[in-house]
């Protein structure tokens, strides 16, 4: 596997309530994704990022904001979680744009 | 737009039988696409890539462009083939996922 980890790996939240996941990678790649898997939906992407600093919305971004302000970690925020939003969130990396992604073990996330 | 298509939530097949999963796309530039595999709790890992042409665990892919389809295709299905599969297309923009197609090979 690929030098990709996430944390926390399992959370409850409420409602209403912040949250953040981590992605932290160690192969220095510069492309970092989050999505969302839901039964029926498959992999969803919510926001990625091509570099330090510079992010862009997926297809899934409302209700998400993101952060990078370092090369190895990707921040995804849930500002205010609402149930629709639990869910299985995956971070991604790729050394470029269109090139093979490798993904990260997930973090279940449970709003009740 | 890019989308991909996976017309089979669920295939059931026979250890042993021919399996084909299908996937159709829409793009109208020159696409790259992807199968990824994703065993039971366990993370997505790439199974292959269109332009590598080569086969991964005895499964191989077509990419036909008269037909927008990239079927995966394996002639003998083995237990440990049970898992989700997922056809990806990346074009000009980050990948996009079919919903995915879970497949069980029954012993």
């Known amino acids: 596997d690929a030098g990709i980890t996430q944390s926390p790996r399992h959370k409850v939240t409420e409602t209403g309530t912040p949250v953040t996941l981590r992605c932290h990678q160690t192969e220095n790649h510069r492309y970092m994704y989050w999505y969302r898997q839901d039964p029926g939906h498959g992999l969803r992407l919510i926001h990625y990022?091509?570099?330090?600093?510079?992010?862009d919305k997926g297809e899934v971004s409302d209700g998400y904001s993101v952060s990078r302000s370092k090369t190895e970690d990707f921040l995804l925020t849930l500002e205010s979680a609402t149930s629709s939003q639990t869910s299985v969130y995956f971070c991604a990396i790729s050394p470029r744009s269109l090139e093979t992604q490798y993904f990260g073990p997930g973090t279940r996330l449970l709003v009740l | 737009a890019q989308r991909v298509t996976q017309p089979e939530k669920l295939l059931s097949v026979f250890k042993g039988a021919p399996v084909e999963l299908k996937c159709n796309y829409s793009?109208?530039?020159?696409?790259?696409l992807f199968w990824y595999v994703q065993y039971s709790r366990q993370r997505l890992q790439l199974l292959l890539r269109?332009?590598s042409r080569e086969s991964i665990k005895g499964f191989t892919a077509d990419l036909n462009k008269g037909e927008t389809s990239f079927h995966l295709k394996k002639p003998f299905a083995q237990e440990e083939d049970s898992a989700m599969y997922y056809c990806a297309l990346s074009g000009n923009t980050p990948l996009v996922f079919g919903k995915g197609t879970r497949l069980s090979v029954i012993a």
């Open positions: 269109h332009i």
């Open positions: 793009y109208s530039g020159s696409p790259e």
């Open positions: 990022s091509y570099g330090v600093k510079d992010t």
